[in-house]
């Protein structure tokens, strides 16, 4: 750390998101606004010298000399996250690096990686790490009508209540694949404001060819399962525990292979239909 303190740091903003808060320099103003685009859904800046948190990135936006190409680096703490000459994988790797220190302190909520939806007043969840399908199956269902919520993570209060993430969706296209950014409108979507109790939680991953027939998990299993995916579980194991157990006891847990997400989309809508009563929104 002390190697990175020693360099030329230009311009800097420290920033909360979600009660959590992050500091980041650069080593030039003009790589601020790259890095705005990519910071996390409301996210203020604030006045302090001192966070727990430190992200250093070093981008290489004057031209290159000939035979000479730049790395763009990539710091969170001393820990390097990104020596790359692609300036999007650089930028990548700062959000991803980002978000995933806003999940784990954010003090009052406990983030779990799962697409979210809202569908009559209720959330349907698809857990699942990144590049696990969460995208695809999320704008199928705004398309069918559902309200955005998050592609990436869902925010839960201690009453068990989803609170919207509405960053823009990142979808995998183009060959070779590159992550492209649509806000929820380009799926006639609307983003939801307020937070909902979880009515349905799906996980399933696409296996070409299959019809959607999933099982119902134990409150138990289900549990376990959406630990594997809750960001903040070591860190705050009881608090992780008891928003979950929350979550289960008022919706059911489905688990099964699907085929075209459009289809499957309606079948998850259906189901959510038939499902008991959750918790009131409060």
């Known amino acids: 750390m002390r190697k990175l303190d020693r360099l030329v740091w230009a311009d800097g ?10 500091g980041i320099r650069v080593n030039t103003p003009q790589a601020l606004p790259y890095l705005r685009e990519r910071f996390p859904p409301q996210w203020c800046a604030i006045d302090e010298e001192e966070v727990p948190a430190l992200l250093s990135v070093r981008l ?73 399908g969460k995208t695809t199956l999320v704008t199928e269902l705004l398309r069918a009508g559902a309200t955005y919520y998050s592609d990436e993570y869902a925010v839960m209060n201690d009453q ?6 509405p960053r823009q969706l990142s979808v995998r296209e183009g060959e070779p694949v590159r992550s492209v950014r649509y806000p929820a409108v380009s799926f006639g979507a609307t983003v939801g404001q307020d937070p909902i109790p979880v009515g349905l ?36 194991p009881a608090a992780s525990l008891a928003v979950i157990r929350r979550m289960v006891e008022v919706a ?9 997400a459009r289809e499957t989309a309606g079948e998850i809508l259906g189901r959510l239909e038939l499902s008991r009563p959750g918790i009131t929104s409060t």
């Open 201 to 236: 939680i799906v996980e399933s991953e696409y296996q070409a060819g299959s019809r959607w027939m999933p099982r119902q998990l134990t409150p138990g299993q289900g549990a376990l399962s959406l630990l594997s995916n809750t960001v903040p579980a070591r860190l705050r």
């Open 252 to 260: 059911p847990v489905l688990r099964g292979p699907r085929g075209e």
């Open 160 to 165: 068990g209540l989803v609170h919207p993430y």
């Open 13 to 22: 903003i420290a920033l909360e998101s979600y009660g959590a808060r992050v």
């Open 60 to 132: 290489s936006l004057t031209e290159a000399r000939p035979g000479i190409r730049p790395f763009h680096l990539v710091y969170e703490g001393a820990a390097r996250m990104a020596r790359t000459h692609d300036l999007g994988e650089a930028l990548n790797a700062f959000e991803s690096a980002l978000q995933i220190l806003v999940a784990a302190e954010a003090p009052d909520h406990v983030f779990i990686h799962a697409g979210v939806v809202a569908w009559n007043g209720k959330a349907i969840l698809l857990p699942g790490k990144s590049h696990a």
